[in-house]
């Protein structure tokens, strides 16, 4: 028998005509709110909290007493401090706030670190802008481009906002949208087709910055290709200055319609080098890049020009593939399927955020390691995985989890996938945190060879040392010591490949050794190294296996080691660049090595993070760009980081 008692929306609705409000209240009431996501938490508003209360102000009675002189009798005392009068106070244009009339006060101010480095600034942006001006001028005049009738301060302004969006990695459509906020300071804008016509003109200004970068001074180059985008490739220059500071800077970015041949990027490098920057043949000593064949191919291609150059692969590609050489078809099939799930199903995440209270960790086919990540997370909560997985959702037809849940729910697949988990990830940690390590942009030369080393120490221990995967297989072994010794043994089979390969790339005969050692001869400029190893007249000579280094610097060097060695005596630490600052007049030779040297890096990932600037600031929506706007905005991002 149906019941005869009203719905809630049923009762709620005979009195809706007469009280809305309190009818939707009391049916609000009845129903079961939905649990709110984190994100909808409230924002924390950053709360000024004031000034302690000061004792009232008793003005002097000088003649400097601002009761006896205003603000405008201030701004005549200090014409160069540019002060003005703004709704009768006293307000500092270069400070950007109100200052005090006191005399003594304003002295104070004018002396702040504060104010100096804005009147430094402030004269900084005048020389800009004027630049800014000529060149604008100069373009628009040869290219015929519209714009020759408008006012300096408007075409300055134009030309600002076109490099503030470039850098920003804004879309230049959206610049109709900040027209009405950009005007409020007086100047026109105008639609973003007339900001484009200056775009030819911004790169040009930024290459023609690299160019003088690049004037006259040693070079090396990061280079590599991507296909995430479009077909790209980068062109990442470094060099160090006379005050010992490394820089690098992005000087091109070349699209092309199809995958490159090694001849091909060969090309490209000798145009953009020799003929676009007028880079010299002995200026340029080291190119760092992905292994790939085609990058072999062309720098095998350029180097009978460039007779000093040092090919170096990128050693952290190169432990990357260690990863992927750990046998693990168990694992790996599991783990692509766990990606697979979380990728295509936004409901599967809210069930594991709710379930674990962490969010999944997402995995990215550029960003090295990450599936190491995903297997690493995997690992700590297999726990919840298991119960996640196992878990029946009504409603629920995905075919990927029910396939992850047959494996789960079959104990001797849920083993293997749990042992070959601890193993991946208890010997896969130390690579991927050296490759962390060797991927920035400082004087990674230094230790590159202490990395690899204690990476092939630890993979050729006998046996290789593995705690907690040891302590996983006690686990699944339940008591049973034969169980025990068989897991352990699995376990040991699954990074033997990884170890052969290993081997096989930095040990002796490979081709990264030769770079190795070469790591290893670069110590010798580091003061705390070179005191911790004491070297020889005799040991200098590996420096040799840089091939920017001739006998006659060696021999230079050796003249100066006694002396060096003494130097670095008490050294307990200290940043090398820094130390060589203050004692390069003391040590010419080794000074002038060690600026090559540090060209010199293990890694290619300079010219990966272009590609992820790439990514970031050109989405599918922006296919359309010209290589001109692309290559400009990723310049001024890439080269004005700091």
Request: glycine fraction near 4%; include cysteine.
């Amino acid at each position: 028998m149906a019941s005869s008692e009203p719905s809630v929306l049923e009762a709620a609705d005979e009195h809706a005509d007469c009280e809305p409000e309190r009818t939707a209240l009391g049916v609000l009431d009845r129903l079961r709110p939905p649990k709110e996501s984190d994100l909808s938490r409230k924002r924390a508003i950053s709360v000024n909290k004031g000034s302690q209360k000061k004792g009232a102000y008793k003005p002097p009675s000088t003649a400097r007493s601002p009761k006896n002189r205003g603000p405008a009798y201030r701004v005549k005392q200090f014409p160069n401090e540019r002060l003005e009068v703004r709704l009768g106070k006293l307000f500092c244009t270069v400070c950007r706030h109100e200052v005090s009339l006191v005399h003594s006060t304003l002295l104070h101010h004018f002396a702040s670190k504060k104010h100096t480095d804005a009147k430094e600034a402030r004269v900084k942006k005048t020389e800009e802008k004027k630049q800014l001006l000529i060149d604008g001028q100069e373009y628009i005049a040869s290219s015929r481009a519209e714009g020759r009738t408008l006012p300096a301060e408007v075409l300055v302004f134009r030309i600002q906002c076109l490099k503030s969006f470039m850098s920003a990695g804004v879309p230049l459509a959206k610049v109709d949208h900040f027209r009405p906020l950009l005007e409020e300071r007086g100047e026109r804008l105008t639609g973003r087709q007339h900001l484009a016509d200056l775009i030819p003109m911004v790169r040009d200004n930024e290459r023609a910055a690299v160019k003088s970068f690049l004037s006259s001074r040693p070079v090396s180059i990061i280079f590599d290709g991507t296909t995430t985008v479009c077909e790209a490739m980068a062109i990442v220059v470094r060099c160090v200055g006379n005050d010992f500071t490394v820089q690098q800077r992005l000087a091109s970015l070349s699209l092309a319609a199809h995958s490159m041949t090694g001849e091909q990027v060969a090309h490209k490098l000798l145009s953009i080098l020799s003929i676009e920057y007028q880079v010299q043949p002995h200026h340029l000593i080291a190119a760092m890049r992905d292994r790939a064949s085609v990058n072999d191919v062309a720098v095998r291609t350029i180097r009978p020009l460039y007779t000093k150059l040092m090919d170096v692969g990128c050693f952290s590609h190169t432990l990357d593939h260690v990863g992927d050489a750990i046998r693990g078809d168990d694992v790996k099939a599991f783990v692509c399927n766990w990606i697979q799930l979380f990728t295509h199903s936004p409901k599967s995440r809210l069930e594991w955020k709710a379930q674990t209270n962490t969010s999944i960790c997402t995995y990215s086919k550029t960003r090295w390691w990450s599936k190491f990540q995903v297997m690493q997370q995997l690992h700590d909560l297999f726990g919840d995985v298991v119960q996640f997985l196992l878990l029946v959702v009504p409603g629920d037809s995905s075919v990927v989890r029910k396939r992850m849940r047959e494996n789960i729910q079959d104990l001797e697949m849920r083993a293997r996938i749990q042992m070959q988990l601890a193993v991946t990830v208890e010997f896969g940690k130390p690579f991927a945190d050296s490759t962390y390590r060797l991927e920035g942009d400082g004087p990674l030369c230094f230790i590159a060879y202490e990395e690899v080393s204690a990476l092939l120490n630890f993979a050729n221990a006998d046996p290789v040392y593995l705690p907690s995967t040891e302590a996983v297989a006690t686990v699944l072994a339940n008591g049973n010591a034969g169980h025990r010794a068989t897991w352990i043994d699995f376990a040991r089979q699954c990074v033997v490949p990884a170890i052969e390969y290993l081997n096989r790339k930095f040990g002796a005969g490979g081709p990264l050794y030769d770079c190795v050692q070469a790591f290893r001869a670069a110590r010798f400029c580091h003061p705390v190294k070179a005191h911790e190893m004491r070297p020889a007249v005799a040991d200098l000579d590996d420096l040799a296996r840089f091939p920017f280094i001739d006998a006659a610097d060696i021999n230079s060097m050796k003249v100066e080691l006694p002396a060096y060695l003494a130097a670095c005596e008490d050294i307990a630490d200290v940043q090398p660049l820094q130390w060589w600052r203050a004692h390069a007049a003391q040590f010419p030779s080794f000074a002038a090595t060690l600026q090559k040297i540090v060209l010199v890096q293990p890694s290619s990932a300079a010219a990966e993070r272009v590609f992820s600037l790439l990514e970031n600031s050109f989405s599918s929506k922006q296919e359309s760009s010209l290589a001109d706007y692309i290559e400009a905005s990723l310049m001024l991002q890439y080269n004005h980081r700091d």
